[in-house]
């Protein structure tokens, strides 16, 4: 199974959607996810919720028969295929202030916030993937989000009894690890990579996008 992450920012083109069907995933977990994304051969299944005029939080996309379920926070999207519930979250980022959906006065306490909401849905699924803009590295510097942030995506991970391959490839800025992850059941074999989003030296999203190969 291969599962692929990536956040738009709320745009989209040819140049998306190739680099979206060049890259062959069964599934992709995206966020900040434009109203006029259509990719040939998936059904796309977006959050409730909008970030933006026309730009839905998160959404799960899949070219296997999909079935939509209850979002799991207001900044995720939940789907089942086959087995498995795939969840596309966006997590606070330190400057996202105090506007809904986030609640808590320390970005730290956002985070647990959304952390505990989800945790409470989803300990529930037996095969579980979860990805997205989780707006946190996992190793080395953070930048978008707090210590005490990644100390509760780390906590939740760990509950969950899942393993992150992404957390150690590059973030787009040089020096920096990824924010966006895909994370899937430990003793899962997995390999990571990240797909550059640029057409012609010209950036697709502020974000790369990042694929799983693993065996579901």
């Known amino acids: 199974m291969r599962i692929g992450t990536w956040n738009l920012a709320g745009r989209w083109s040819d140049e998306h959607r190739r680099l979206m069907l060049d890259a062959d995933c069964d599934v992709w977990l995206l966020t900040e996810v434009s109203e006029r994304t259509s990719l040939p051969g998936y059904a796309v299944s977006p959050s409730q919720a909008s970030t933006a005029r026309r730009r839905w939080w998160a959404a799960v996309a899949s070219r296997q028969p999909m079935a939509s379920s209850p979002d799991p926070h207001p900044a995720s999207a939940q789907a089942q295929v086959g087995a498995t519930t795939y969840v596309s979250s966006v997590l606070p980022w330190k400057s996202c202030g105090a506007r809904h959906p986030w609640v808590g006065a320390r970005h730290a306490d956002k985070t647990k916030h959304v952390v505990d909401d989800l945790l409470l849905r989803l300990r529930a699924a037996d095969s579980l993937v979860w990805g997205g803009d989780w707006n946190h590295a996992l190793a080395g510097r953070e930048y978008a989000g707090s210590q005490g942030g990644r100390r509760e995506?780390?906590?939740?991970?760990?509950?969950?009894?899942?393993?992150?391959?992404?957390?150690?490839?590059?973030?787009?800025?040089?020096?920096?690890?990824s924010i966006d992850h895909i994370a899937?059941?430990?003793?899962?074999?997995?390999?990571?990579?990240?797909?550059?989003?640029?057409?012609?030296?010209?950036?697709?999203?502020?974000?790369?996008?990042?694929?799983?190969?693993t065996d579901l």
């Open 184 to 213: 899937v059941r430990e003793g899962r074999a997995a390999a990571a990579r990240r797909l550059e989003a640029t057409h012609e030296g010209k950036r697709l999203s502020d974000h790369d996008a990042y694929v799983v190969d």
């Open 153 to 177: 995506v780390t906590r939740a991970v760990e509950e969950l009894g899942l393993v992150v391959p992404t957390s150690e490839l590059p973030h787009p800025i040089e020096g920096l690890r």
